[in-house]
């Protein structure tokens, strides 16, 4: 099949991954074209050039808002950019002859312009429900030119007033990089991720202070002014900042971590953090919010039901004690990028041949 990729612009899908979705990007559009396809990646120019990428966003305008969430007027700079940049792409993507679009970049454009163009369209919805994507997909019901994926059951009961019928595939993770600690030798619990309000890093933050464990945390900072006015302010001599980590070191700290801590501040469909704890073998403590108590068990993780500090960390006591073997069990069983693959490369190939099959539909009538 020759595939039309479309990224989330706010990024590069370049390692390190400021995110999940950076990754994800990444591992599919690799294993795709070790599987023999033809793909094109429609993302930011910085993007690693093995992937075949076909610019959409040059470097002068690719600039990630990392400042302030309340900054609006850079907030509508990158917008307008964004929508520019996905009008021309689907105004130009028949040149590219796709048998099959594979869209995951989050912007209504690509589904409202998906009726324009010949090529089926595979949406993965890797957001709660959004004003913008809520309405357009609404609208592209009655054309049904898209089929419609979630990454968990949550945010497809999520997304089911307005994609009834969207399947679930799991996001995988490659089990092979990810070496499994079957015995933890550090005296810390572990947060890692985007540094943004949504992730929650303040409660983890005094969540680990009550529990009276060490915290390292890891990740690069997406929002300036929450970074400096809420969490710097918290942080003390038992409280490290490690920075934005490659893999290899990533793993080597959750792997050594005690536990695992994910405080999710929003209906997260998915987050990959949780696989790749649980494939180096460690245990989680969270907040039973979004996806999280679906992908996890009583034998790999903790979870408060809400953002007490107090109950979270008591989350993190028990979840210290938990089984690391059935931690990287769990991963091995759900979250193989793999296994993933497969079951994306089937409905790639179902979409096209549905799309040859009303096409000779209509060449009878």
Same mark, same amino acid.
């Given at each position: 099949m020759k595939i039309g990729i479309i990224a989330h612009l706010k990024y590069p899908i370049s390692k390190p991954f400021m995110g #999940? @979705? /950076? %990754?994800f990007t990444y591992d599919i559009c690799q294993r795709l074209l070790a599987r023999g396809h033809d793909v094109l @990646?429609? =993302?930011c120019a910085s993007? &690693?050039?093995i992937l075949n990428v076909k610019p959409i966003l040059c470097e002068s305008d690719h600039k990630p808002i990392t400042s302030s969430r309340f900054n609006s007027r850079e907030l509508s700079t990158e917008f307008i950019t964004t929508h520019h940049a996905y009008v021309e792409m689907m105004q130009d993507i028949d040149s590219d002859q796709l048998d099959v679009i594979f869209n995951n970049s989050l912007n209504y454009v690509p589904i409202m312009m998906s009726a324009l163009v010949k090529a089926p369209m595979v949406t993965v919805l890797h957001t709660p429900p959004i004003f913008e994507l809520k309405n357009a997909i609404r609208h592209e019901q009655s054309f049904g030119n898209i089929k419609y994926i979630s990454v968990s059951k949550s945010n497809a009961e999520n997304w089911k007033n307005y994609a009834p019928d969207c399947e679930v595939i799991p996001n995988g993770i490659d089990l092979k990089t990810w070496q $499994? $600690?079957? /015995?933890? &030798?550090g005296d810390y619990i572990f947060w890692f991720g985007r540094i943004h309000p949504d992730k929650g890093l303040h409660l983890a933050i005094q =969540? %680990?202070?009550a529990a009276g464990k060490k915290l390292k945390i890891a990740g690069a900072i997406s929002d300036t002014f929450y970074y400096e006015e809420v969490i710097l302010p918290l942080v003390d001599d038992n409280i490290e900042l490690i920075g934005h980590c490659d893999q290899s070191r990533l793993n080597e700290l959750i792997g050594n971590a005690q536990a695992c801590l994910i405080t999710p501040c929003w209906d997260e469909p998915f #987050? @990959?953090?949780v696989a790749e704890s649980l494939a180096c073998g460690t245990p989680v403590a969270g907040i039973s919010r979004g996806a999280l108590p679906d992908l996890l068990s009583k034998s790999t993780g903790s979870l408060s039901q809400g953002e007490d500090i107090d109950q979270l960390a008591e989350c993190i006591v028990q979840a210290t004690r938990l089984s690391r073997k059935d931690c990287r069990d769990r991963a091995e069983h759900y979250f193989d990028v793999e296994k993933m693959t497969d079951q994306y490369e089937y409905?790639? +190939?179902a979409a096209v +041949?549905?799309?040859k099959q009303k096409g000779m539909k209509f060449n009878v009538i």
């Open positions: #999940g @979705l /950076e %990754a @990646l429609y =993302a993007s &690693d050039p $499994y $600690y079957p /015995e933890s &030798d =969540a %680990a202070k #987050g @990959l953090v409905v790639l +190939q +041949q549905n799309n």
